[in-house]
Nanobody, 122 residues
């Protein structure tokens, strides 16, 4: 089972993008879903997640106040709205099933699909 991220692109600093996460084989609402990113030469980093039971969310400090994770149950999609983008946000972004609490995000199994490239540059 893999999740598919889409919506990346090239954006200027200060701009916005909305990433989408889709799954064709199961209902996303049954699971915690998170977003990770990996920049060249760096380890994969947990960015944010949304718990499926109590709605808890986690955000890494570097994106707090700029990124928002949300879920559309009808569409079976999870979104990542990214505002005030910075060059340091440049990375490949992935969505995955996770264990999500307000303090941490942990991958659950191997549900990485193809990520989507986000490049923030002038």
């Amino acid at each position: 089972v893999q999740l598919q991220a889409s919506g990346g692109g090239l954006v200027q600093p200060g701009g916005s993008l909305r990433l989408s996460c889709a799954a064709s084989e199961f209902t996303l609402d049954y699971y915690g879903i998170g977003w990770f990113r990996q920049a060249p030469g760096k380890e994969r980093e947990g960015v944010t997640c949304l718990d499926n039971s109590d709605g808890s969310t986690y955000y890494v400090d570097s994106v707090k106040g700029r990124f928002t994770i949300s879920r559309d149950k009808t569409a079976n999609m999870v979104y990542l709205q990214m505002n005030s983008l910075k060059p340091d946000d440049t990375a490949v972004y992935y969505c995955a099933m996770v264990i999500c609490t307000a303090q941490a995000i942990s991958p659950l199994g191997d549900t990485w699909g193809q990520g989507t490239q986000v490049t923030v540059s002038s």
